[in-house]
């Protein structure tokens, strides 16, 4: 993985713990499923 | 049928783990579905549960905490459901 | 993390494109009055084999799980087979959207051989008499003897991709029938006023009535048919269709054109879209990551003109290329706005003496331009 891999990674991972401190009493929603036909941009 | 603690499963063959800067985007060329894994938590788990007997030797070998458990067992079977991840 | 945040997320891009279409040539033996690439005529600067090739070294190293090849008509290529199979052999999934005129019997069972292929078929009418005008005379019996091709090669469940007009909308039921006969799905998307479609858009586009039309019809049928999330400037209507709900370009998709070009997406064929080239220093990569224009794409935008209205959090404000090819600005309302925002300003615009509407930058369209004279 190249050094700016990292540090996008170290970024994501604060930002999640903050949103995450919210949710925490519940559960955490870990993965999310989309179609790969449903973004727009593609004909 | 439902992942427990002591379910041993694996990345599907056909599942493809891509890194993100939120996680990683999982997509199982034979279905064509599109999963976002949304910590990087669960990237390190996903990748390491066919190296472990079962779902629960990976969450410790991972360092997760055992108050995510439930967390991490909705998330695993619903990547079950979505064929990411197969039933060994 | 809410679907929202994964939105927002998505929103400020990824590392690479979910996905992203690659338009292999500007030839074709149709002549569509909507080609969003204004289509027609090869480019003599076309990529040769050995440089897509290198464009699908560098999409494996990046990760790209799937593209979707079109054109102008890409099974125009001598070398189609070549790129599909290498591209598959690479592991990127191939979906390629074809008019059917090159998939006789032969090719039919060639491409049911492949794994990781989908196939979508361009209709725009349940018969001819609907879907000639707008894709030329022939072209429905084109497709359907396709369509026949790939049932008999049993291919599987291949797509029909309809553009939704103001000639067909009313046929949505007819068209899921039609794919529910060949086993296939069908795909609908939202016209553009680009390219060719810049001449065609003010007749082809639905109505407001009928743009309501369509956003029961999805509600009532959307689990089951696909959309591209296209129509998200509908969700104004009310309840949230399926999909993302957001604008791809440069975020999560763009486009390859044939001769390398890279822009934000399928309907923004112009140069203020345009992030650079496959050939450029640091190849597709650098310009997915580092180009000016897809690092603007992902900043927070501004609701503008549209801030005032309520819906914004539902319709986003619709299509960057709708507003940009009818001359609105971007930071207002879709011209399809179905609050009627965008056509009372698209009223004002038409009736002013000085305005000038955006032409795509490149027309390969066939001198002739036949297509459009095929109602006699």
Redesign the interface.
């Known amino acids: 993985m190249s050094p700016v891999a990292v540090a996008t990674v170290e970024t994501a991972s604060q930002e999640d713990l903050e949103t995450a401190a919210e949710v925490l009493v519940l559960e955490e929603l870990l993965v999310e499923e989309i179609s790969i036909d449903g973004m727009c941009g593609v004909y | 049928m439902t992942l427990t603690l002591s379910s041993a499963c694996a990345l599907h063959p056909q599942v ?1 783990l ?6 990683a ?1 999982a ?1 199982h ?1 034979g279905n ?11 990237v390190r788990v996903v990748r390491e549960l066919g190296d472990h007997p079962s779902v629960g030797h990976t969450l410790r070998a991972c360092g997760i905490a055992t108050e ?1 458990d ?3 067992l ?2 695993l079977n ?2 079950t459901k ?1 064929e990411i991840l197969r039933v060994c | 993390m809410s679907a929202s945040q994964l939105v927002t997320q998505l929103k400020r891009g990824l590392d690479a494109p979910i996905c992203l279409t690659w338009e292999l040539t500007y030839a074709c033996n149709l002549q569509c009055v909507h080609c969003l690439s204004s289509s027609g005529q090869r480019d003599d600067r076309e990529l040769t084999t050995e440089q897509a090739f290198a464009v699908l070294d560098e999409l494996r190293d990046l990760q790209v799980f799937y593209i979707n090849i079109g054109g102008g008509e890409p099974m125009v290529r001598r070398d189609f087979f070549d790129i599909i199979e290498y591209s598959i052999a690479n592991d990127i999934g191939v979906k390629f959207s074809t008019n059917g005129a090159f998939i006789d019997e032969k090719n039919a069972q060639r491409l049911a051989a492949m794994d990781y292929l989908d196939i979508q078929i361009s209709l725009d009418g349940v018969d001819a008499i609907t879907n000639d005008p707008v894709r030329g005379v022939g072209s429905y019996d084109i497709a359907r003897r396709a369509m026949d091709n790939l049932k008999a090669a049993n291919f599987g469940p291949f797509k029909i991709s309809v553009v939704v007009t103001r000639h067909n909308v009313d046929q949505l039921d007819e068209f899921k029938a039609l794919a529910d006969s060949y086993g296939a799905q069908l795909r609908i998307t939202r016209l553009r006023p680009s390219g060719r479609g810049v001449d065609s858009w003010n007749d082809l586009h639905p109505t407001n009535e009928q743009q309501v039309q369509i956003y029961n019809w999805l509600l009532a049928h959307g689990d089951n048919v696909l959309t591209g999330d296209s129509f998200f400037h509908l969700n104004a209507l009310g309840e949230s269709l399926p999909g993302l709900n957001m604008c791809g370009a440069g975020r999560v998709v763009c486009l390859i054109d044939p001769i390398g070009d890279v822009y934000a997406c399928p309907f923004v064929l112009h140069d203020q879209f345009k992030a650079g080239n496959v050939h450029d220093t640091g190849g597709f990569t650098s310009v997915w990551r580092d180009s000016e224009l897809f690092t603007s794409l992902r900043e927070p935008e501004s609701a503008g003109a549209c801030a005032s209205c309520g819906n914004y959090d539902s319709c986003q404000g619709g299509c960057m290329a709708a507003k940009f090819f009818t001359g609105l600005p971007l930071d207002g309302p879709d011209p399809e706005c179905v609050t009627g925002h965008g056509a009372t300003l698209l009223a004002e615009r038409q009736a002013s003496p000085v305005s000038i509407t955006p032409k795509p930058s490149k027309d390969h369209s066939k001198p002739a331009r036949s297509a459009l004279s095929v109602v006699s």
């Not at chain 2, 891509?18 to 996680?23: H, Q, S, V």
């Not at chain 2, 064509?32 to 938590?41: A, E, G, I, Q, T």
Request: hydrophobic share 40%; no cysteine; proline share 10%.
């Open positions: 493809a891509r890194p993100e800067p939120f996680g985007l997509y060329y064509r579905r599109l999963v976002f894994l949304k910590h990087p938590d669960v995510r439930a967390s991490f909705q998330a619903q990547l979505s």
